[in-house]
């Protein structure tokens, strides 16, 4: 059974960091796509981040270039994203998704998602 868990979500100042994880089982994550989405309240679901199958290169939104990271460990068959001097307007539930043989992640379909984690960024 595929499942991915999202953790590391929070509660962090403006200019703060969170580390979020999604950790994948039943199947092997190096030949996924992973991406990473938001929600904010009231809005719709947007790309933040992704990181191609297999070597695949990475794609950023532009409102998170140059603060957000995303990387994966295919030991631990889980992927991440580090971010870092955070704004009020990265608040939402975070989400990731894969989609298998996908080396060009950006502007594509995922099948797989995971449950969320709440970021909130406030003072």
């Known amino acids: 059974q595929l499942q991915l868990v999202e953790s590391g979500g929070g509660l962090v100042q403006p200019g703060g960091s969170l580390r979020l994880s999604c950790a994948a089982s039943?199947?092997?994550?190096?030949?996924?796509?992973i991406g990473w989405f938001r929600q904010a309240p009231g809005k719709e679901r947007e790309g933040v981040s992704c990181?191609?199958?297999?070597?695949?290169?990475?794609n950023y939104a532009d409102s998170v270039k140059g603060r957000f990271t995303i990387s994966r460990d295919n030991g631990k068959n889980a992927v991440y994203l580090q971010m870092n001097s955070l704004k009020p307007e990265d608040t939402g539930i975070y989400y990731c998704?894969?989609?298998?043989?996908?080396?060009?992640?950006?502007?594509?379909?995922?099948?797989?998602w995971g449950q969320g984690t709440q970021v909130t960024v406030s003072s």
């Open positions: 998704a894969v989609e298998p043989l996908l080396p060009q992640c950006w502007d594509a379909e995922y099948d797989y």
């Open positions: 039943g199947f092997t994550l190096d030949y996924y796509a």
């Open positions: 990181i191609g199958s297999s070597g695949g290169s990475s």
